[in-house]
T-cell receptor
Framework: EAGVAQSPRYKIIEKRQSVAFWCNPI?????LYWYQQILGQGPKLLIQ????????DSQLPKDRFSAERLKGVDSTLKIQPAKLEDSAVYLC??????????????FGPGTRLTVL | AQSVAQPEDQVNVAEGNPLTVKCTYS??????PFWYVQYPNRGLQFLLK??????LVKGSYGFEAEFNKSQTSFHLKKPSALVSDSALYFC????????????FGRGTSLIVHP
């Protein structure tokens, strides 16, 4: 079974520039998550989708971050404009459904963003 | 607020020796803990989880974890460590009845010496 795909793997930008990340979850997985992982910390959830609807985006800095999953499959996460503190690895994960406490998540390889 | 603590930033163990990576949590509601492993330049991989039943859970690659409700802990264990087990380990906890969002610990780096 194909895993969660993410692109690009690495991105270097200057502050105040814009950047977008793409994620394609495992086929059939209704739930998609975007996490931010800062060096030395655990992943922090930014946004969770169930199909094409947002389940939770309470930790998404909405003044600069946006995400969409228009057709309920792949998703994009955008940062506009980027700040130095946005330097992190952005992880995408998927699971069968969010309506169960038991379902484990499957993670993509991540996109390492460096903001100069 | 929910929190997950991994008190050790790094655990060092000799190959062949038993290993333990600690995890404790503080949550409101019934906890469902998970362990994930992260190898360099790769995403997190699921290792094991506790749902119900036997408190000793067996997972991938010979790892196991013991769920202790009274001590709110879910320590990861392996009887005999391998050099290839060297990686970053994350404990995460989900709580029933909420939005099922997992809370992650900050991770523990396991180093197994030959």
């Amino acid at each position: 079974e194909a895993g969660v795909a993410q692109s690009p793997r690495y991105k270097i930008i200057e502050k105040r520039q814009s950047v977008a990340f793409w994620c394609n979850p495992i086929s059939g997985h209704a739930t998609l998550y975007w996490y931010q992982q800062i060096l030395g910390q655990g992943p922090k959830l930014l946004i969770q989708f169930q199909n094409n609807g947002v389940v939770d985006d309470s930790q998404l800095p909405k003044d600069r971050f946006s995400a969409e999953r228009l057709k309920g499959v792949d998703s994009t996460l955008k940062i506009q404009p980027a700040k130095l503190e946005d330097s992190a690895v952005y992880l995408c994960a998927s699971s069968l459904t969010s309506g169960s406490t038991y379902n484990e998540q499957f993670f993509g390889p991540g996109t390492r963003l460096t903001v100069l | 607020a929910q929190s997950v603590a991994q008190p050790e930033d790094q655990v060092n163990v000799a190959e062949g020796n038993p290993l333990t990576v600690k995890c404790t949590y503080s949550v409101s509601g019934n906890p469902y803990p998970f362990w994930y492993v992260q190898y360099p330049n790769r995403g997190l991989q699921f290792l094991l989880k506790y749902i119900t039943g036997d408190n000793l859970v067996k997972g991938s690659y010979g790892f196991e974890a013991e769920f202790n409700k009274s001590q709110t802990s879910f320590h990861l264990k392996k009887p005999s460590a391998l050099v290839s087990d060297s990686a970053l380990y994350f404990c995460a906890v989900r709580v029933s009845g909420g939005s099922y969002i997992p809370t992650f610990g900050r991770g523990t780096s396991l180093i197994v010496h030959p």
